[in-house]
């Protein structure tokens, strides 16, 4: 609940309103190439493809989670602007930052960038994915 002061002329009350209320729901990515975006989100960052499909104007869109978050939608379309990944990196929490460092070369992922620790005890590392945007791999400090 937002309170806010009345408008001049309407006394001294404060009146409620309700804010709006939110949740965020998905990050929307470009890919150039879908399957080897989906491969790349299942296989290196475990996440599970909810829905697939084909839109009216042709793009073929996937919703891919963990589960418990929110989702990052994949679209690919020959139509479509695709994504540089520039300035922008999706973070992804594990609990591990060692195994999972070591799972991700396991899986014949070569460009890493890390791990770094920053205050509190968190530390990251950075992979990209097959469009080039950055993956922030992140356990939080405490």
Not at 65 to 81: C, N, P, W
Not at 117 to 131: C, L, M, R, S, W
């Amino acid at each position: 609940m937002v309170w806010f002061a009345c408008p001049p002329g309407f006394g001294v009350c404060l009146c409620p309103t309700r804010g709006l209320e939110v949740k965020y729901c998905w990050c929307t990515i470009q890919v150039r190439d879908l399957e080897q975006s989906l491969k790349f989100y299942q296989n290196i960052l475990n996440l599970r493809l909810n829905r697939r499909f084909t839109s009216p104007d042709g793009s073929v869109i996937a919703f891919l989670s963990d589960g418990e978050s929110a989702d990052v939608e994949l679209i690919y379309s020959e139509k479509s602007t695709k994504c540089e990944g520039k300035g922008i990196s999706l973070g992804f929490k594990v609990p591990d930052l060692e195994v999972a460092l070591a799972e991700v070369k396991a899986k014949g992922v070569a460009d890493i960038k890390g791990p770094f620790k920053v205050g509190g005890g968190t530390q990251f590392f950075y992979i990209k994915d097959p469009d080039g945007l950055d993956i922030q791999i992140v356990q939080p400090g405490f």
